[in-house]
């Protein structure tokens, strides 16, 4: 994954923190792989040195006393499985219908 991809990514899961948190978190964040880019290492291995993403993100969450379940990913699940559900309902009734 690159500096940019991982970076967006993090952003992404980070959501629930004020904005400026979030950029302070992502500028702290850069900086490091720009370090390990400095080393010698690739993005993709400088990115790969904070290990999995999501267990990244639950840290950081953890240490503002973030809850993961409140994650926009988990929402989304929901929101998913609420439009599965509505988009069965209707398929069925413009069957029976037709």
Do not use: P, W
Not at 10 to 18: T, Y
Request: no cysteine; hydrophobic share 35%.
């Amino acid at each position: 994954m690159t500096k940019k991809e991982f970076l967006e990514k993090l952003e992404h899961k980070l959501h629930l923190l004020k904005r400026d948190e979030i950029q302070d978190i992502l500028d702290e964040y850069s900086g490091y792989i720009d370090n390990k880019l400095q080393e010698g290492k690739t993005e993709d291995e400088a990115v790969a040195d904070f290990g999995n993403l999501d267990d990244l993100a639950r840290e950081i969450l953890s240490a503002y006393k973030i809850d993961a379940k409140y994650t926009r990913d988990s929402s989304r699940d929901i929101i998913d499985n609420v439009v599965n559900v509505m988009t069965q309902g209707i398929d069925s009734a413009v069957s029976y219908f037709t």
